[in-house]
């Protein structure tokens, strides 16, 4: 369809001229709403950065640590305990529990596009969902013990740390989990390596409640084995 011919400003008249000036602020005004929308819902690193600098000190502002952490939960109506800042944290791939750094707040912020208290809200519900996926709840199980192991020097995590992690990650989502913290806190163990957290998961998900298809001979941790003598002690002792 062949353009209009732009009219010129000697063939408009006084009412035209108006019509013209109007429009062109409708315009503008429309143009700045957009602008400013735009601003707000789209992800803007500097205004991430800015974000994550409200929760740091002047002395150490590339390092979000524990007091900031608390005020960032307060933020965004979550305890610090909550699955989803594990699923956050993740998502960050952040080192230790307790701290985010700029590079690590970027990197998972980044991904989910969010700058805001409020866009971090609205994606909890999704963070949580993640781990309806197995595969997915599997990397976050994993990640979950380097994470949250005090001493990275260390090659196991204490078992108080474990039990909460557990109780995090596990409690709702194995039937065996109130007997098996109950075994751990009369057990010798006073900590926990990564080949029988690993192990923890696997047979919560394979072995049956009734331990009807648990293999004596399996190659299953120690640990595991006598927490099935334990369990069937147990029960007998309740039998009788």
């Keep these: 369809m062949p353009r209009s011919k732009r009219r010129s400003a000697a063939d408009m008249g006084p009412d035209d001229d108006d019509r013209h000036c109007n429009k062109r602020f409708r315009n503008t005004t429309s143009l700045r709403r957009f602008s400013k929308t735009e601003d707000t819902s789209s992800f803007s690193q500097k205004r991430c950065i800015a974000w994550f ?6 002395d150490d ?3 979000l640590g524990p007091e900031g952490m608390e005020k960032f939960c307060e933020d965004i109506g979550v305890e610090p305990e909550n699955v989803a800042m594990l699923v956050l944290a993740w998502k960050m791939n952040a080192r ?9 707040w ?3 912020l ?14 909890l519900d ?3 969902s993640l781990l309806n996926d197995q595969v997915t709840f599997k990397s976050i199980y994993r990640y979950a013990y380097d994470f949250a192991r005090q001493d990275k020097d260390q090659r196991s995590m204490d078992i108080e740390t474990a039990k909460a992690m557990l109780q ?7 039937a065996l989990f109130g007997q098996f913290n109950n ?3 009369h057990s010798k163990y006073k900590v926990i390596n990564k080949d029988q957290w690993c192990n923890i998961l696997e047979f919560s998900r394979t072995i049956h409640n009734d331990l009807s298809n648990y293999d004596v001979d399996g190659a299953w941790p120690v640990m595991l084995d006598e927490f099935v003598e334990w369990l069937k002690a147990s029960k007998d002792i309740r039998r009788s």
């Excluded at 989910?112 to 866009?119: A, E, R, T, V």
């Excluded at 995090?168 to 194995?174: F, N, R, T, V």
């Design 53 to 58: 600098r409200e929760y740091t000190s002047p």
């Design 61 to 63: 502002p590339d390092v």
């Design 96 to 104: 230790q529990m307790g701290f985010f750094t700029q590079q690590e």
């Design 106 to 108: 970027l990197r998972g």
């Design 110 to 123: 980044m991904e989910l596009q969010c700058d805001s208290i409020g866009k971090v809200q609205s994606k």
């Design 126 to 128: 999704y963070l949580r």
């Design 168 to 174: 995090l990650l596990l409690g709702k989502h194995w």
């Design 183 to 185: 075994f751990l806190e």
